[in-house]
Structure formats: structure tokens, C-alpha cells
């Protein structure tokens, strides 16, 4: 599915490496974790991922189910069906939150060939969906993002991943900012959406979205690069002992 | 237009929104010049036999040539306005045509055959359905097969009056909605009593030429207590070069009526700027209510700023009723320069004016747009929401005033003001003036500026939209307010028309 090769990547504002070579591969239906302490490259790799614009790839490769996403504008990403679910949402002010999803389904059928939704088709899919995640239709027709809270910014994240039915989801810390109760109704959402043909890559600092969202494998990513991948057990280790002991392994 | 058979929009930017824009995509859709229809033109200059003719033309009475007359006097002891922020070369007023009508016009044409079939090219290529084109062009029997939803029509062709769809229905209700050259012969009684009350001969250097050789425009009349049965719609199309369009709309609501009235504009690219100066004057008796709503998509100029219209434009309504009502809407995508200010007169006690306008300049357009609201009545209430969009190297200003006057008493306004930059070249002024002379009135005034958010594009990208799709959703965000309070015809078409003219103004 995802493939990352020697992956190097430089802010292009400064002189200043990122990602000093990252080698990752997620096969169809997997879901991975990385984890790490702040500063070590997480969420650069799923901005560089997604095209965001500011940094420059020096060397190594990501493709997608081969097809080369490095050379692909942000939004023939998202219609190959990469998603990245934000750390951080952004708020459009003045756009409805239901007119928002219906802009980018449509986006993205048409770029694929497809026809357009028609509007009750699409009204019914969002209901059903928004229903899941205890979105209720006030929620919908607010402009998007503006006055959410933090566990809705983030719910609305999923809604969007549910609606657009993405190959590759990564999700950048959708934990942070959530409270136990949110952080269940989001991973709810996520383990819903698993299936063989959808592979994630999960973001986070803590084991404890972990819990909810059982990864396959884990990467541990420290100064640009990956150190250390294992199975769940990895998770544990870090939340028991920190990075310490294996920032040392790895020196 | 080709809205008319459009569903309802529902918020923001649509879906359609953005079909439309991939279907116009390019540059200004309505740029074509009909050079090859036949001209009919008054020798180039302004002078009192020039104005003359025009009145001959139009079969006036003496006293609207004398009142054009004395309008023309007092014009030239008049010298042009510079107080906008606007940067315009000096224009040649004598170098001019103040009359141009395609020359199949000269007797009406009495069905579809008699008239110009580049005429009625024209009207297909603005979009003007075809039915309505038969019914413009006045073949009988017309009228009878139409979708259920009407608009009346009244299409301005330069100097003259096409046609005007409808008549009969409107008849029927008692609506008189014709070419004011008409309503001078029709129903001289009417406009000697309301031409020019609102916009004096002497209000300002481009009203008073106006009043001098306006040579069309559209008059409207509701009797008391009607509700007009179907909107009424005016669409100008300047052609001939190096013409100016003088049009001079007059719009009454009479005792308890009401009406909607939409203004369309658009003009061919050509690389000599063409001035407009329009006047439009409504008077809104007790209890009646007006919304005038324009898209206003004249030629703006090439992307070096060349050529594009100069729209000179005095709007004006008199709430002279208690509880009279009028509402502005504009959507100003076009032209490339633009002074215009339509105004509220609150002169009735309880009478409220609402003001929503969308001002949008991109590459070297320069806008120098707002309102004025008079209050004179007691407990009068206004409202201004004005949203300017800056791109390329484009200088937007909003200008406002609110005036409360010392009998105001009670009186409210509240105004919104937000500037949206794209790009760095640009400029966005907000310049209100505020004038309170009563202590029992209230003056809100909230502006904002931002610039379209690098991380908002790319949030809507990664989501699978384009560039310009992006913007476009995030620019009609912006403008919601006012896009909502265009009657539905017009909110799907202005969406279109805000993609477009911001294309190209990122990446």
C-alpha cells in the first residue's frame, strides 16, 4: 500500500534537515503507530506526505500502491486515496460543514471518473455517518471547524475520513486534546472504517489511543528517522519506561 | 441569464458553484463585440444639440428637454469629483458617443423576424433564454409557455431600450414596467412627479450629465398594495465603442407594494476604457418595501489593467413612507473602475434600509464603493455589510456614512465591514464616516481584514479539491452574508461570477 524509501526532506525555508532518511512500508489493511518524542519528524513525514507546501525532498521515495506521491499535487493525492486527518483542523469561516464534504466527495469522484453524489444520495450517507460519531445535524450545517470544540474538530476529521472512504488514512495526533470519553467516540470511528483494503498510520504520543486502536506494528521515530519497529508490545514499553532507553539503543 | 433554471442554493459555495466555474473557465465569458450589428450613432461630443437630439430621438415632450437642458448648464460649470481613492486618467468627455442604437431598432420591430438576428445573438450569448429573446423581440403568444418561475425582462442595448418582457402580465397587476423613454411618453405624469426627487439634476458631475443625455433605462411603478407578481430585470449591455451608457432607472413603490428588481451588466472587451454613468433613483412610499439587487460584471480591464469600463454610478432610495423599506444587494465583479454608493434616505419615521455588498477587484481593478445612510425619522434602523476582496494589484476601498440626524431619534445602524486580501500587492482602505446629532441613537461599527490562509487552501486541498476550487469555496465563505441575501437567480450566478473573477489571483 504505503511505501516510504531513504525518505530525506529539508524545511525549505532554512537549511534545516527534517527527515534524514525514512523507510517505512504499511501493507494493505495494516495499521501502524508511530511514536516519539516531540521534534522527532512525526508530523513533518504526514505533512510532506500530503503535499503540504515548505519543505523539499532531497531524496528517497513514497508511493502509493506505486503510483508517486511526491510528484502528485495535494489534491490527485487525496483522490488516490490518501487522507490525513490534522493534528490541527483548520477553520473555514463562512462555509457550511456539510457543504464543505459535499465539495470534496465531489472533488474527488469527478477526479476519478465517477459521477457526482446526487444530494439525497449524499444527505443520507452524511447522516448516517455523522450519526456514528454523535454528530448531530446542528453540527453539520455550522461553518467548518469555527466554534468546534476540540473533540468535535477532531470527530469532524473522522466524519470527513468516513465520507471521502480513503485507502490510506494517517491520522496525526488525533488523540491530543481529548478527553477519555472523545477519545473513545473518535476510535470508534476509526476501528469502523478498518477493513482489508484500508491500511492506517497512526500518529500519537500516548499508548493509551493505542488501546482503543490495537496497531499491527510500531515504528518508534527519534531525530528523523525510524529506530526501532516492533509489535504492540513496543507501545508499552515506551509508556512504561519513555524514550530514554531506546534513544540510547539506538546511539 | 443562465441561472434561471438553477435550483436553490443552500449555503456557501456549492457544488454548481464550482461546475460553473469549470464551464466558464478562462477569462471574462462575456467579451465578444458585436461590431458587426448595424450602428446608428450621434456625432461624437456633448453639446446642447446633442442633447437635443437624443431627446428628439426619444420622442420627448418639451419639458424633459428642458429639464435636460438645464441639467446640461449646470454640467458644464461642473468639474469632476477626486476625492475617491481612485487613480483614473483624465476623461475626454467631447471624445465621446452619447447616443448609439443598433440600427434595426429604429422602428420596433413587431415580431421575431423584423429583428436583427445579431441582436438576438447577443441576447443568446448573455444567456437571456430563448423564449424570453421571442418575447423581447415582442412575437405574440410568447409569453404563454414559460417555466413557472418569471422574471420580466427589460434589456438595454447601449443608448436604447430593446424590449421589455411581460408587459401584459404586468399590466394585469396594475405593475408598469417599461423603458423610462417610454414611461416619458406613456406616463409623463407619473415621471414629472418622481424624476429627479431623489437625484437631483444637480447632485453631482455624473448625475448631472446623466440627467442630461441619459438616453434609456428601465421605469417601474407598483400601486398601492400590490405585491408584484414576478421579478423585474434590467440587463445593460454596453457594444459600441468608445460609448458612454447613460441609463436612468426610476423605480416607484407605491403605498403597501412591493418589489424585486435585479440589475445584470456586462460589456465587450475592448482596449479603451468606456465610461458608464448610471443613475437610478427609487422612492418607497408608506409601508412599501424594495430590494434592488445588481451583478455588476462589466469588462474590468486586461490583466495590465487596459481598457474595462468606468462605472460612475449615483443610486439612491427615498424611504419617503413610515415603514418603508428598501434593501441594496450588490456583487461588484467587474468593471475597471468603480465609484458607486448606493444610498438610503430614512426619511420616514420607522423606515429601514439594508445595505450587502460584495466588492471585488483583482489585478489593477480599483473600487471606491459603499453606502450612505440618512437617517431623518424617528426609530429609522439601517444595516451596512460590506465584504471587500483585494487581489493582484487591485485597490478596494470602502466608503461609508451614517447620519443620524437631530429628529432621528431612536435611531440605529449597525455596519460590518471586512476586507479579505489575496496576495501582497494588493490594498484594502475602509474609510466610514460617522455623524451623530441626537443623544438617543446608536452607531455599530465592526471591520475586520484578513488574507486567504495558506493553510486553509491546503486543508480543502487535502481533501481533493483544486486551487481554485479551494479558493473559491473559501472566498464565497467570506462573502455569505451578502450571497444570501441575493434573491436565488442571482446567488447562483454572483458564486460563479466570484470564482471567476478571482481566477488566477493565487499560485
Known sequence: MLEIKGLKVDLEEEEKSILKGVDLTVGAGEVHAIMGPNGSGKSTLSYVLSGKDGYEVTEGSATLDGADLLDMEPEERAAAGLFLAFQYPVEIPGVGNMTFLRTAVNAQRKARGQDELSAGDFLKEVRARAKDLKIDAEMLKRPVNVGFSGGEKKRNEILQMAMLEPKMCILDETDSGLDVDAMKLVSEGVNALRSEGRSFLVITHYQRLLDHIKPDVVHIMSNGRIIKTGGPDLALEVENNGYADLLAEAE | ?507
Open chain 2, 1 to 507: 441569464m443562465t441561472a434561471l433554471d438553477q435550483v436553490e442554493v443552500k449555503e456557501g459555495v456549492d457544488q454548481e458553484t464550482v461546475d460553473a466555474v469549470a464551464q466558464l473557465s478562462g477569462a471574462y465569458k462575456y467579451g465578444w463585440n458585436d461590431d458587426d450589428i448595424e450602428m446608428d450613432y450621434a456625432p461624437k461630443g456633448v453639446n446642447p444639440d446633442i442633447v437635443a437630439l437624443i431627446s428628439s430621438k426619444n420622442e420627448e415632450p418639451q419639458w424633459m428637454l428642458d429639464w435636460r437642458q438645464a441639467a446640461f448648464t449646470r454640467w458644464e460649470g461642473m468639474s469632476v469629483p477626486n476625492w475617491a481613492m481612485l487613480k483614473v486618467a483624465d476623461i475626454d468627455f467631447q471624445d465621446l458617443y452619447y447616443y448609439a442604437r443598433p440600427k434595426s431598432m429604429e422602428v420596433k420591430p413587431k415580431s421575431l423576424d423584423e429583428v436583427d438576428p445579431k441582436l438576438l445573438e447577443t441576447y443568446k450569448k448573455l444567456g437571456i433564454p430563448l423564449k424570453e429573446q421571442a418575447i423581447l423581440a415582442g412575437v405574440e403568444g410568447a409569453e404563454n409557455d414559460l417555466p413557472e418561475r418569471k422574471v420580466a425582462v427589460d434589456a438595454v442595448f447601449d443608448s436604447v431600450s430593446v424590449g421589455t418582457t411581460f408587459q401584459a402580465e404586468l399590466k394585469k397587476a396594475g405593475v408598469i414596467f417599461c423603458s423610462i423613454s417610454e414611461a416619458i411618453r406613456e406616463y409623463p405624469e407619473l415621471v414629472k412627479k418622481y424624476l429627479g426627487t431623489v437625484v437631483p439634476p444637480s447632485d453631482n458631475f455624473y448625475a448631472t450629465l446623466n440627467s442630461a443625455v441619459f438616453s434609456d433605462g428601465s421605469f417601474v411603478y407598483v400601486p398601492p398594495g400590490v405585491r408584484c407578481p414576478m421579478e423585474l430585470s434590467t440587463y445593460f449591455r454596453i457594444n459600441a465603442e468608445n460609448t458612454g451608457q447613460f441609463e436612468r432607472t426610476l423605480i416607484i413603490a407605491d403605498k403597501g407594494s412591493y418589489v424585486s428588481y435585479l440589475e445584470g451588466c456586462t460589456a465587450p472587451k475592448r482596449d479603451v476604457a468606456q465610461l458608464h454613468a448610471a443613475v437610478v433613483e427609487i422612492i418607497i412610499e408608506e409601508d412599501a418595501e424594495v430590494k434592488y439587487s445588481t451583478v455588476q460584471n462589466w469588462y474590468p480591464g486586461d490583466e495590465e489593467g487596459k481598457g474595462g469600463i468606468y462605472n460612475f454610478v449615483t443610486k439612491r432610495a427615498d424611504c419617503r413612507g413610515a415603514r418603508s423599506k428598501v434593501m441594496w444587494t450588490q456583487v461588484e465583479t467587474g468593471s475597471a473602475v468603480t465609484w458607486k454608493y448606493p444610498s438610503c434616505i430614512l426619511r420616514g419615521d420607522d423606515s429601514q434600509g439594508e445595505f450587502y455588498s460584495i466588492a471585488i477587484a483583482n489585478n489593477y481593478q480599483q473600487a471606491d464603493t459603499g453606502t450612505k445612510m440618512v437617517h431623518l425619522g424617528k426609530r429609522t434602523k439601517s444595516r451596512i455589510v460590506s465584504k471587500g476582496i483585494s487581489a493582484g494589484h487591485a485597490q478596494n476601498t470602502y466608503r461609508g456614512l451614517v447620519s443620524m440626524h437631530p429628529k432621528a431619534k431612536e435611531s440605529r445602524n449597525y455596519t460590518q465591514c471586512d476586507s479579505l486580501l489575496i496576495g501582497s500587492q494588493c490594498g484594502a482602505h475602509t474609510v466610514p464616516y460617522i455623524e451623530v446629532k441626537n443623544n438617543s441613537s446608536r452607531v455599530e461599527h465592526e471591520a475586520t481584514t484578513s488574507k486567504v490562509d495558506d493553510d486553509q487552501l491546503f486543508y480543502c486541498r487535502s481533501r481533493g479539491m483544486d486551487e481554485e476550487e479551494a479558493v473559491a469555496l473559501v472566498v464565497n465563505g467570506f462573502c455569505k452574508e451578502v450571497l444570501q441575501a441575493l434573491p436565488m437567480e442571482f446567488a447562483m450566478e454572483a458564486q460563479a461570477l466570484v470564482a471567476i473573477s478571482l481566477e488566477g489571483s493565487v499560485g
